[in-house]
């Protein structure tokens, strides 16, 4: 019995709309590319059995006012699990999916790779002295 709750759940999961349940912050990869600027990529699949899905090209962080969750994928920043605002950063979602207007389409019963991209600069005043742990968390549902 459990496990048919387990599975229905993963099945639920998956087939969601919501774009927060495919980039997973755990999943992404850090590299450092000086001393207070890091390079993130999370690579994730996505799309719908039975909706079509629009996905934004551009991303914003949470903190930066007045743009549309329609417009733009937002985006937590986090070091060491701890959300943080004000950063430097620039991102862009990545796909071979087809774009109309300033977001993918995927069509109903179609999935395709994306890769969240993203170069973040952690000011000298906030820079932890320990190891950085650096994740985006995806806050939009689409």
């Given at each position: 019995m459990?496990?048919?709750?387990?599975?229905?759940?993963?099945?639920?999961?998956l087939?969601?709309?919501?774009?927060t349940?495919?980039?997973d912050?755990?999943?992404?990869e850090?590299?450092?590319v000086?001393n207070?600027v890091?390079?993130y990529?999370n690579?994730a699949?996505?799309?719908?059995?039975?909706?079509?899905?629009t996905?934004?090209?551009?991303a914003t962080?949470?903190?930066?006012?007045?743009?549309?969750?329609?417009t733009?994928?937002?985006?937590?920043?986090?070091i060491n699990?701890?959300?943080?605002?004000?950063?430097?950063s620039?991102?862009v979602?990545?796909?071979?999916?087809?774009?109309?207007?300033n977001?993918?389409?995927?069509p109903?019963?179609?999935s395709?790779?994306?890769?969240?991209?993203?170069?973040?600069?952690i000011?000298?005043?906030?820079?932890?002295?320990?190891?950085?742990?650096l994740?985006?968390?995806?806050?939009?549902?689409?």
């Amino acid at each position: 019995m459990k496990s048919k709750i387990v599975i229905v759940v993963m099945v639920l999961l998956l087939v969601s709309p919501g774009i927060t349940h495919a980039f997973d912050p755990d999943q992404g990869e850090t590299t450092r590319v000086s001393n207070n600027v890091w390079l993130y990529v999370n690579t994730a699949e996505y799309g719908s059995i039975d909706a079509e899905v629009t996905i934004p090209v551009a991303a914003t962080p949470n903190w930066v006012p007045r743009i549309s969750r329609e417009t733009h994928l937002r985006y937590q920043v986090r070091i060491n699990d701890r959300g943080i605002n004000g950063l430097d950063s620039n991102s862009v979602v990545l796909s071979d999916a087809p774009i109309v207007g300033n977001q993918y389409v995927i069509p109903a019963g179609e999935s395709y790779s994306f890769t969240l991209l993203s170069l973040i600069t952690i000011p000298d005043q906030i820079l932890p002295t320990e190891e950085i742990d650096l994740s985006l968390r995806v806050t939009n549902d689409i």
